[in-house]
Nanobody, 115 residues
Framework: QVQLVESGGGLVQAGGSLRLSCVAS????????MGWYRQAPGKQRELVVD???????NYVDSVKGRFTISKDNAKNTVYLEMNSLKPEDTAVYYC?????????WGQGTQVTVSS
């Protein structure tokens, strides 16, 4: 089993910044993909960005140049630095880890960007 705990969400004005953190615990293997998804009201959950164990990243176009994912493998922690936030970034952000055939989710953290 794997547990994911997110932190760092909140309310920010447009143009502001936030940093999300996600700590993974339990049976974590070296070969995994960690990432951030988000779900806005009335919309499907979407991938924001993920990162492999070797550091390969995959960003959704709408956040490229504004969001940066980083990972501390020793701490099993993944971060999401969000800059130049826009109202359309408002959503619940979920941490995710995939290893082998298993996928695990965090409980989510709310990010609200006011205009």
């Amino acid at each position: 089993q794997v547990q994911l705990v997110e932190s760092g969400g909140g309310l920010v004005q447009a143009g502001g910044s936030l940093r999300l953190s996600c700590v993974a615990s339990g049976n974590i293997f070296n070969n995994n993909i960690m990432g951030w998804y988000r779900q806005a009201p009335g919309k499907q959950r979407e991938l924001v960005v993920d990162i492999t164990s070797t550091g390969t990243t995959n960003y959704v176009d709408s956040v490229k140049g504004r969001f940066t994912i980083s990972k501390d493998n020793a701490k099993n922690t993944v971060y999401l630095e969000m800059n130049s936030l826009k109202p359309e970034d408002t959503a619940v952000y979920y941490c995710n880890i995939k290893q082998f055939i298993y996928t695990y989710w965090g409980q989510g953290t709310q990010v609200t960007v006011s205009s």
